[in-house]
């Protein structure tokens, strides 16, 4: 969505404003990944950390159009390290503030979205290997 023509949005941007189009999660068998859509390529970069187990990413010059994207996702019922994803907004910026379990190193990519748009992939590695179950018989 294009910044309107005369607005302070418009004139630090040259007319277009990349924003948020998506935040996701998807629990893997390795861990949890946090999946982030823009409507053009951004820079991202780690920020302070607000609590001691969070990871915080900063996008660069994105904005979050719509109320409902700046809503926290609840990812506590999975088995991941992340617990919760929130969104907000500082000034020309967005924070992400991933809550986790315990502390993790993330992991992050880019890949290429459709019509121009760009996803990154902030992977969050189980700190503990997975369980595997064994079935036993008793006779």
Known sequence: MPARLGTKLAWRSGGAVPHLIWTGFRATPQGGEVVIQTSAAIEIEPGPAAERDAAVFVLKHCR????????PLETRYFNSPVTRVSVSQR???????????????ALTRKEAGPDGSWFWILQFPSATPPQRTTVSTIR
Do not use: E, N, Y
């Open 64 to 71: 979050a159009l719509h109320r409902t994207d700046r809503l």
């Open 91 to 105: 000034g020309p910026d967005l924070r992400i503030i991933v809550s986790l379990r315990q502390a993790v190193a």
